[in-house]
């Protein structure tokens, strides 16, 4: 094995509990409740794009809302929260070990690429990879493979000699049609989700043996 790939949103760095507590306190400030369980539905799922906020809350409340007011609302709470958020426990030791092993290392999101770029800015991350590939990149995001396959051509190195972590079931799908291995790391909100057609899947990054897993993908590889 010679690269590692990673998602960003909830695996590098957790945007996606912050979003949910967001439109969550916009929910309460109406009265209403956005259960946990319809969100991480949507979450990084094929309903995704179908499904609007604040047509739920209208729903739920039984009557029109004022839209512009309340995305404003939900952008303050949301920044609020996500300024705080550090990386997940576990990427920065894995990127250092990997980084000290030799391996490449690409980030692959079906986020814009100011969004992706921003955070591993912020986060004093961004020299580690040798490429980042965004929805900027591709014609399709996950759960087609062009991201990943993008990344593997980027780095120079086969499909088969990456690994890729996630934390969704759409990344996980991804990295699937693009026959990479792949390693879940579910985090608050995608851990109610199947990640089960991961190769792997962890609680947690933290203690990661990189050398023992390289090992268990390359016999996979076999």
Partial sequence: MRALIFDLDGLI?????PDYEAWQQVYHDHGQDLP???????VGGTGASDFDPCDYLEEQAGGPV?????????????????DSQDCLPGVCDLIANAELMGLKMAV????????????????AILEKFACICTADDVEKTKPDPALFLAAAHDLDVSNTE?????????GVLAANRAGMYVVAVPNAVTRQ??????????????????????????????
Avoid at 13 to 17: Q, S
Avoid at 36 to 42: F, N, V, Y
Avoid at 108 to 123: D, I, K, Q, T, Y
């Fill in 108 to 123: 692959a999101s079906s986020s814009p690429e100011n969004w992706v770029v921003g955070h591993l800015r912020r986060l």
């Fill in 162 to 170: 990456a690994i890729v972590f996630e934390d969704s079931p759409n």
């Fill in 13 to 17: 760095v957790d945007t996606e509990t």
């Fill in 66 to 82: 004022d839209r512009e007011a309340i995305w404003i609302r939900r952008r303050k709470y949301y920044v609020e929260r996500l």
């Fill in 193 to 222: 989700l199947d990640l089960s057609h991961a190769n792997e899947v962890m609680e947690s990054l933290v203690g990661l043996d990189l050398d023992a897993l390289m090992a268990r993908a390359a016999q996979n590889e076999n």
């Fill in 36 to 42: 946990l369980e319809k969100w991480a539905s949507i």
